[in-house]
């Protein structure tokens, strides 16, 4: 197998390091846990479970490492590039964003950039962490865990800044392909909250009940990052930016599939493209030292493979995210709200949904090359999916963890 763009982009980067030094930034981190889940298979397991982990009892788990880096080529030329490893059913390297952006000097408060290469959409005030992970919890939102999914892609970015005083404002716009499956888990198998980002050239695990109802032979898998209609997609973001009151991002997305369209391997299999769009509206702000993190997202997905077929996943979740900055200590607790509806709702075991969570996390940081996480999240969900499985549609667990982790 040929290696990704963003491996190639990392090696570049570290090839460059000796010649470079000045220039690059180079971070890692090594996350190692203890893990009590919730009794329900877990998803990446092919269950109906929402966490990453489930169905054993107190164990170690491995978390995740991973290396970001980025390199200022020239002033106006910075290349960037992540890798990370994980573990689901199967332990997996995973290129997450690697991108060249072109930013000119501006000595006005109007700036321009634009960007190329792999990305997520500007969605995620919550993941802004190493490795596309939270500073404030192990698990992320609903919204933010869907992201890291399904929702990166190829692409270019054209962004606009002002920078005024104490106002400011952005402007972007982008197009990109290779995301025309997005939707198809949450249709498949609804919200989740963990902290597992698919990078390019990797797979997402149907639900084994999914598989089955499809005829298919568990495990069922996909790769979100396929261009199936060579239509390309688009997002548009508006943000605007205060150093007294904080952030506010409005971003529609779209990626403009053809719910028709199908890219066919052999004779009986095929993978086919879901049509996707959603409006996402976040918003940060400080009250002295509490952190108010909020989201909402409201979209739909349809796919409709043969004439007198066609199916749309509605899908809508937010959560609120209160967090303090104390010393070496950062508290945060949060609450996730999430539901799907699918139509048409006749068909046996409807695929739809209604669920709440809530997070507390207690991080303890007393040096900067290792940080100490507990986290307990509580998890209940309505899911008719379920009776497919002998189980009963209501499901409630929690899922606690210890997380150690180590920078570089």
Request: proline letters at 7%.
């Amino acid at each position: 197998m040929s290696p990704s763009p963003a491996a190639l982009a990392m090696m570049l980067l570290l090839a460059a390091a000796p010649v470079a030094a000045d220039d690059l930034d180079l971070h890692g981190f090594l996350d190692l846990r203890l893990v009590a889940p919730p009794g329900q298979t877990a998803w990446p397991q092919g269950g109906l479970g929402k966490t990453r982990f489930g169905g054993f009892g107190l164990a170690p788990r491995f978390g995740a490492a991973g290396l970001d880096g980025s390199l200022q080529l020239t002033s106006d030329l910075l290349l960037v590039a992540d890798l990370v490893v994980r573990s689901t059913d199967r332990l997996s390297i995973d290129p997450l964003e690697a991108y060249l952006r072109y930013r000119p000097v501006s000595t006005s408060p109007l700036r321009w950039s634009v960007r190329s290469g792999i990305f997520y959409p500007p969605v995620s005030l919550e993941n802004t962490a190493l490795g596309w992970t939270s500073p404030w919890t192990i698990t992320p939102s609903a919204i933010n865990s869907w992201v890291g999914e399904e929702l990166l892609s190829l692409g270019s970015e054209l962004r606009f800044e002002w920078r005024g005083q104490p106002d400011q404002f952005e402007l972007a716009a982008a197009l990109f392909e290779n995301a025309d499956p997005a939707g198809a888990i949450l249709a498949a198998r609804g919200w989740s909250l963990s902290d597992l980002p698919i990078g390019l050239g990797s797979s997402l695990r149907q639900p084994d009940a999914f598989a089955r109802a499809v005829g298919e032979t568990p495990p069922l898998r996909y790769d979100p990052f396929q261009e199936i209609d060579h239509t390309p997609g688009w997002y548009g973001e508006a943000t605007w930016k205060s150093t007294a009151a904080g952030r506010l991002t409005l971003v529609r997305y779209d990626n403009n599939a053809d719910p028709s369209a199908a890219k066919h391997y052999g004779v009986d299999d095929a993978l086919f493209a879901w049509r996707t769009a959603f409006w996402s509206a976040a918003g940060e702000t400080r009250l002295g030292d509490v952190t108010l993190l909020g989201q909402a997202m409201a979209g739909d997905t349809i796919i409709a493979p043969a004439p007198r077929f066609r199916s749309t996943t509605s899908f809508q979740a937010a959560y609120l995210l209160a967090g303090w900055s104390t010393g070496a200590w950062r508290p945060a607790v949060r609450l996730d709200l999430f539901t799907t509806q699918q139509a048409p709702r006749s068909r046996p075991f409807a695929r739809s949904e209604h669920g709440k969570a809530l997070t507390a996390a207690l991080n303890w940081r007393p040096v900067d090359w290792c940080r100490l996480t507990g986290e307990v999240m509580l998890v209940d969900s309505w899911r008719l999916q379920r009776l497919a499985t002998g189980d009963s549609p209501q499901a409630s667990g929690v899922q606690t963890q210890l997380s150690l982790r180590f920078f570089y």
